[in-house]
């Protein structure tokens, strides 16, 4: 028989263990402080994040995403925030820092609640609840969008945009986004229209200014022709897309030639120029003007494709071959004798031009374009990178707008509108859900107030004066950071894709729930047998999560 009091170790020693409201607190307080970290980059009047890594490279930026990934956070509650706000960036593209707060928000309120003895599963049901019933409001409020309403969607792209540091040039880039959306854009059977991405390729060369960015109908390669013997610019080009080199190929298996006359010799250098004199041939054969080719091409063949008039860039990267196959009609050819006419693409013009210090090809003028380029510039390194930041995050919002067909007001508008919403919606649903819901609602509220806060202004008396307007049922009534009243966002020009804001919430909400409901918090010890799951080399909660910050 155990002696009476004898301690029993079920854990590993060195082991840390959080039960209850301890654990449930601690995980809290993690998650706000991530929030409050960005919590002042929110809207027009937010400021920027300057971080620095450990080899001393410097990442200026307001992108919400952006500084979670860059810092280097351990605590396993904290990293579920750095994924809301991942998750929001590939779904919407926009309204990173959005989800993150509001995900810090409803903690904070459940903290409150839980302390008032409210089981957190009752709380995570109202939170469920309420989530559901702000995408009914937000689906009330939206307004229909569509291809051809250009106007609207250069709204949504300088709403985008009005947060970050290149808003000063907002107009000029607005006209390029939504130009490279409505190009690239493919309607589905439905008549609906899905956007790709992938088809808009952006290219950053630093110089000139941001005012210098322009949009390209066509594809940029970051390359230059292979021989200054080929023409600089070819019209009407007729191009071939390769992905074989123009190289003499060394034998598959170990082979050993034996050459025992010199002229046996001469006769094996001059069969290898016939070879590639022949592949040279094939492709002067096709009708071909212009050559981009995945892989090598051989001195001798350049100098062979100079002497034909074809303008040749080789060892292109895949992604620019598709964009070019698309943008250009062209199929892409991996066996070199079976290229033919049919398998060439066209374009208006294809000109080297140089950018900055580099030379680099332009392939313009397509006929029907479904792969675009924009070229962006800026005086310094850190702006082009702000300015790609900015015009991804636009590109985004307009293809969510575009395939959606919804688009809701900014400015804290629609936040108000759910917490009207929910306040009227609590109360016929009756039990202890009803406070979580109240909680939900008030916690909406911390956009317009942030964006208030941000601007300067009293966030409480800009809190009464919209929800005044909203009581009034003025929907789109939001707080405008520039004059500091509260005006309509529709003639303001704030709008978004309802994308935006559904999953700002869904995603918040779902993370809300997740760290709530957790009670007992078991890490390991660091750095124990292998690493444990908290130590250094741990599972995915490890501390040396490498990849990600």
Do not use: W
Request: proline share 2%.
């Amino acid at each position: 028989m155990m002696p009476a009091g004898t301690q029993i170790l079920v854990l590993k020693e060195g082991t840390r263990r959080e039960k209850g409201k301890g654990a449930q607190f601690n995980n809290i307080a993690a998650a706000k402080a991530v929030a409050d970290a960005v919590r002042s980059t929110l809207g027009p009047r937010g400021m920027d994040k300057m971080l620095v890594d450990s080899l001393g490279d410097v990442v200026i930026t307001n992108d919400g995403v952006t500084i979670l990934k860059e810092m280097d956070i351990e605590h396993p509650a904290a990293k579920m925030l750095v994924e809301v706000a991942k998750t929001q960036d590939e779904e919407a593209g926009d309204g990173t820092t959005t989800a993150v707060i509001l995900a810090g928000e409803l903690l904070k309120k459940a903290e409150d609640m839980i302390e008032q003895n409210i089981h957190p599963t009752v709380i995570a049901g109202g939170y469920r609840l309420a989530s559901e019933k702000a995408r009914e409001v937000l689906d009330k409020i939206a307004t229909k969008v569509s291809m051809t309403d250009t106007d609207v969607l250069r709204k949504v792209a300088i709403t985008a945009m009005a947060s970050k540091s290149s808003s000063g040039h907002r107009d000029l880039l607005a006209n390029v986004v939504v130009k490279a959306v409505t190009m690239v854009a493919e309607e589905r059977a439905d008549g609906s229209h899905y956007v790709d991405d992938d088809d808009i390729q952006i290219t950053k060369k630093q110089g000139g200014s941001i005012a210098d960015t322009e949009l390209v109908e066509g594809v940029i390669v970051d390359k230059e022709r292979v021989h200054p013997g080929m023409p600089a610019q070819v019209e009407n080009a007729k191009i071939a897309l390769i992905d074989v080199a123009l190289e003499v190929k060394k034998t598959e298996i170990d082979a050993k030639i034996e050459i025992t006359d010199p002229s046996q010799l001469q006769a094996f250098l001059s069969e290898e120029e016939n070879m590639l004199r022949r592949m040279v041939a094939t492709v002067h054969k096709s009708g071909a003007t212009v050559l981009f080719c995945q892989k090598g091409i051989d001195d001798l063949s350049q100098h062979f494709l100079a002497k034909a008039g074809i303008y040749a860039v080789r060892r292109v990267k895949k992604s620019d071959m598709e964009k070019l196959a698309k943008a250009t009609g062209g199929k892409l050819v991996t066996k070199l004798d079976e290229l033919s006419k049919d398998d060439l693409g066209h374009a208006k013009l294809v000109y080297e031009k140089k950018i900055g210090d580099d030379q680099m090809t332009f392939v313009t003028g397509c006929k029907d374009p479904h792969a675009v380029s924009i070229l962006i510039r800026g005086g310094t390194e850190h702006v082009v990178d702000e300015v790609e930041r900015s015009l991804e995050d636009a590109l985004s919002v307009v293809a969510c707008a575009v395939e959606d067909g919804k688009v809701i007001t900014g400015g804290g508008a629609s936040a108000a509108e759910i917490a009207l919403g929910l306040r009227d919606y609590a109360s016929t649903v009756g039990g202890r859900e009803q406070i979580a819901i109240e909680a939900f609602a008030d916690a909406v509220e911390i956009i317009p107030r942030t964006l208030a806060e941000n601007a300067g202004l009293d966030p409480i008396d800009t809190l009464i004066a919209i929800r005044k307007e909203h009581k009034k049922g003025s929907k789109h009534a939001g707080v405008n950071v520039f004059t500091g009243k509260v005006s309509d966002m529709r003639k303001e020009n704030v709008v978004e894709p309802i994308r935006v804001g559904a999953q700002a919430i869904a995603s918040a909400t779902e993370a809300a729930v997740m760290i709530i409901r957790i009670d007992d918090v078991i890490a390991a010890k660091a750095g124990g047998a292998g690493g444990g799951a908290g130590g250094p080399k741990g599972g995915e909660d490890g501390g040396g999560d490498g990849e990600e910050f």
